[in-house]
């Protein structure tokens, strides 16, 4: 069977032996039933536990607006347009309104992000800025009862309108994103992230797909609260990148109804585990770098056998996106050693490597990527090749000419159980 994997903005493909394949896991299709302005529309008009928009606003009014990064798919220009429209027609200005990147601990958007991002008209039109989480423009407004001190970014405090604007997909720690994640730790100073992290990184409830006694949903939860947002906007996108959901008002509730919409699509049962797995980071841009592109690889584990053999395709044009994650695979042997110097302080990029290390003992791990060969090998201790035939081949060699195989195109986003 042939079968193609997002790379970047492309695919490759994979001519993977009938009488070896278990399975191909794709998410649940499901088409858009209407058009994507009009799940939009509607949402803004039908919100859940919030005033609409239209009542919140009005003129003279300053209006912050929280969107997703480069990292993320959120389709913020199709959005961004529906919600500044209901603010002009209440009165409030261009002028008057704030752009913040939820970038938590990434680097800064670039201005030619920016222009993709939330679409050129409006990026020439509204100021933008990043988190830029060890800057000195945050504030305390309060501790969570996890003991996190809630440092967050003043653009965001200091307006009159608080908006977050994202989408909801598994994540592989915080069970979903979306909701609350614009605000912790999207908005966050570095000490907030960095407690978050440390006091929940280890928890057992700490996975994909879980809210419900998840600790790091709960202290993400209390810290949004203490935020005080007034209204979120978040979409649910198919595997097409269509939107098929959208959801307003409260950030909670939000997150719920885009979570039960994302398990009916993307959260997949499947019959046996694999010898072999072959899975990409969804392409672009969850497979920007090695860092976002990692989580294909951590979703993954549950499906391949006990020293199996995990191929991952994934363009990474940024490199490994994570100077800690690539500085702590380099100095650190052992995930002990690295799982001691979280539980101490928590380095975001270190969480990491930790995970990409603990994963090794389970998997072998091959690459079908840009990235520079040397530092994959050397660094992340991955053998490299150029096309995924010839990665699954060598696979074939190392697990024997009767190895079950899986392939998992959309590996990101798939929640395999």
């Known amino acids: 069977m042939k079968v193609k994997f997002p790379y970047g903005k492309s695919f490759v493909e994979a001519d993977i032996p009938d009488e ?12 858009a039933e209407k058009d994507e302005g009009d799940y939009i529309k509607n949402a803004l008009s039908n919100p859940m536990g919030a005033l609409p928009l239209k009542k919140q ?33 209440q009165g409030i200005k261009e002028e008057d309104m704030k752009i913040i990147f939820a970038t938590g601990t990434h680097r ?3 201005d030619d992000e920016a222009k993709r991002l939330l679409g050129e008209e409006y990026a020439e039109s509204i100021e933008y800025m990043s988190n830029n989480c060890k800057g000195d423009d945050f504030t305390y407004i309060g501790t969570t009862s996890f003991g996190t001190d809630v440092k967050i970014k003043n653009a965001f405090l200091e307006a009159g ?18 909701g609350r994640k614009s605000v912790l730790p999207g908005i966050a100073h570095y000490s907030t992230i960095q407690h978050n992290y440390t006091t929940n990184f280890f928890h057992p409830m700490s996975k994909p797909g879980i ?17 005080k947002p007034d209204f979120c906007l978040n979409v649910v996108q198919n595997a097409s990148h269509e939107i098929v959901g959208a959801f307003a008002g409260d950030f909670d509730l939000v ?12 959260k997949v049962k499947v019959r046996e585990k694999a010898d072999i797995l072959i899975t990409a980071a969804d392409g672009s841009p969850h497979d920007v770098n090695l860092y976002q592109a990692y989580k294909a690889i951590h979703l993954g584990l549950n499906v391949v056998k006990d020293d199996g053999i995990i191929i991952l395709v994934a363009e990474c044009p940024d490199g490994h996106g994570s100077e800690p994650y690539y500085q702590w695979m380099k100095n650190y042997k052992t995930k002990e050693e690295m799982a001691e110097k979280l539980s101490k302080e928590f380095v975001p ?5 930790y995970y990409h290390m603990k994963a090794m003992e389970k998997a072998k791990f091959f690459i079908v990527s840009s990235m520079d060969r040397k ?6 201790r991955m053998r490299v090749f150029d096309d995924v035939n010839d990665a699954l081949n060598e696979a074939l060699k190392i697990k024997g000419k009767d190895a079950k195989i899986m392939a998992i195109p959309r590996g990101t986003t798939t929640l395999v159980v």
């Not at 607006?65 to 002009?88: A, F, Q």
């Not at 809210?211 to 935020?227: F, H, I, K, S």
């Not at 997150?255 to 993307?266: I, P, Q």
């Open 349 to 353: 990029g270190g969480h990491k490597a």
């Open 20 to 31: 070896n394949l278990i399975q191909v896991i794709y998410p649940n299709e499901m088409k």
């Open 108 to 110: 800064e958007v670039r």
């Open 161 to 178: 309108l608080k908006i977050l604007l994202g989408d909801v997909e598994i994540h592989y720690f915080a069970g979903y994103g979306g």
């Open 255 to 266: 997150l719920r109804k885009g979570a039960e919409l994302v398990d009916k699509m993307y």
């Open 57 to 89: 606003a009005k003129k003279g009014m300053s209006v912050a607006i929280v969107v997703d990064d480069n990292t993320r798919p959120c389709p913020t220009w199709k959005m961004l347009p529906h919600v500044v429209d209901e603010l002009k027609e």
């Open 211 to 227: 809210l419900d006694g998840n600790p790091m949903y709960q202290n993400m939860t209390e810290a949004a609260r203490l935020a």
């Open 375 to 380: 530092m994959l090998e050397d660094v992340f």
